[in-house]
């Protein structure tokens, strides 16, 4: 089945714990992306990237990190965690975004609840 | 500023009536339009697409969209509502943005349908 996975789902921490929240695709997508899904905001998006080793911020990038050594996966790092960075977030992937039919139809994760204390 | 906009932080609707959820937007050049659909406990899943031609849009669940170019609007509606289809509805449009074509969301509109 094609599908993102994220984990962990839920998470609760304290502020200053390092923590990394995993991404993977199975579809070989280039593009990659997090977003944050906070109550009357919408989704804002955090980091991005069109291929492997290229990644750029979004956003709302402030106090996160990604990677991207391998096409399939693009985790979250949060290196020190704030009660400001409790949120919803997702994973998401797409084919690359230039062009039009199919572009930016993007395949979500499940999402992964962030507490931060 | 290139933003999309759903003015309904809520709509209800009775089960086997028709729903509407709203959605403006404001880009440069034409816009591709999208709608996402939220369960609980789940991740975004596609709903529809507008990128040209026919002004109506068919998608899944039986959900269609009407692009309406001179309004700037991009309303979701639905002939017959289910108790199933109380989620929360996202619209997006696609802008080029630093160099490459990303999507912005709006707030979101929640859906409740009574049975």
């Known amino acids: 089945e094609a599908q993102v996975t994220q984990n962990p789902r839920y998470l609760i921490t304290v502020t200053g714990k390092k923590l990394t929240v995993t991404c993977s695709q199975n579809?070989?997508?280039?593009?990659m992306s997090w977003y944050r899904q906070d109550p009357g905001l919408g989704l804002r998006q955090i980091y991005y990237?069109?291929?492997?080793?290229?990644?750029d911020k979004g956003d709302v990038p402030e106090g996160y990190k990604v990677s991207r050594k391998e096409k399939r996966n693009f985790p979250l790092i949060l290196e020190s965690p704030s009660p400001n960075q409790t949120s919803l977030y997702f994973c998401?992937?797409?084919?690359?975004?230039?062009?039009?039919?199919?572009?930016?139809?993007?395949?979500f994760g499940a999402g992964s609840r962030l507490t931060v204390l | 500023a290139q933003s999309v906009a759903q003015p309904e932080d809520q709509v209800n609707v009775a089960e086997g009536n028709p729903l509407t959820v709203k959605c403006t937007y404001s880009?440069?050049?034409?816009?591709?339009l999208f709608w996402y659909v939220q369960y609980p406990n789940r991740g975004l899943q596609f709903l529809l697409k507008?990128?040209?031609?026919?002004?109506l849009v068919k998608g899944s669940y039986g959900f269609e969209a009407e692009f309406n170019k001179s309004q700037t609007s991009f309303h979701l509606k639905k002939p017959s509502a289910l108790v199933s289809d109380s989620a929360l509805y996202f619209c997006?449009?696609?802008?080029?943005?630093?160099?490459?074509?990303?999507?912005?969301f709006g707030a979101g509109t929640r859906l409740a349908v009574h049975p």
């Open positions: 998401a992937s797409s084919p690359p975004t230039g062009g039009a039919d199919g572009a930016n139809v993007l395949t």
């Open positions: 579809m070989n997508h280039e593009y």
């Open positions: 990237s069109m291929n492997v080793e290229v990644t």
């Open positions: 880009v440069s050049g034409n816009p591709y």
């Open positions: 507008y990128i040209t031609g026919d002004n």
């Open positions: 997006a449009v696609r802008v080029f943005s630093g160099g490459y074509n990303k999507l912005i």
